[in-house]
């Protein structure tokens, strides 16, 4: 699952983009499709419609390799294809989280990619772990 989404004012929490209905006409929906996946971009209609100063924050969500398959570069190069899809569609930034006991997508992510740790956020997932918010800010 790969997101582009303006960033809330209001702080509230990434949802499913799927079942995002935009409730302000001013609000936008882009889709773009390809063989490998899509990556949508939605503005939230917290801001006026004459505010030229949106931000739009990419999110990587759900990305993850099969145990046979990692160490081989794969999830590497899924996250890079995220990344540069998120720059074409003009995202300023990327979010993403992942638990604190997972040292290989930490590795990934701040070692190989960029990334830097935003938050702890405590008890985040349903088995209560704890996981890191990232961000990779974009040129």
Not at 25 to 38: F, H, L
Request: hydrophobic share 30%; with cysteine; charged share 25%.
């Amino acid at each position: 699952c790969v997101v582009c989404k303006i960033d809330p004012s209001d702080g509230s929490e990434y949802g499913a983009v799927e079942d995002a209905v935009p409730s302000d006409p001013n609000e936008r929906n882009v889709q773009s499709s390809s063989d490998d996946g899509d990556i949508n971009l939605q503005n939230d209609g917290n801001m006026s419609s004459d505010d030229n100063s949106k931000v739009c924050v990419g999110y990587i969500g759900m990305l993850a390799v099969e145990k046979t398959h990692r160490r081989s570069g794969i999830g590497t190069a899924l996250a890079q294809r995220a990344i540069y899809r998120m720059q074409q569609m003009g995202c300023q930034s990327i979010r993403l989280e992942t638990e604190v006991t997972n040292k290989g997508a930490i590795s990934l992510y701040e070692d190989r990619l960029g990334f830097l740790r935003e938050e702890l956020l405590v008890k985040y997932y349903l088995n209560w772990g704890d996981a890191y918010r990232l961000r990779l800010w974009l040129d």
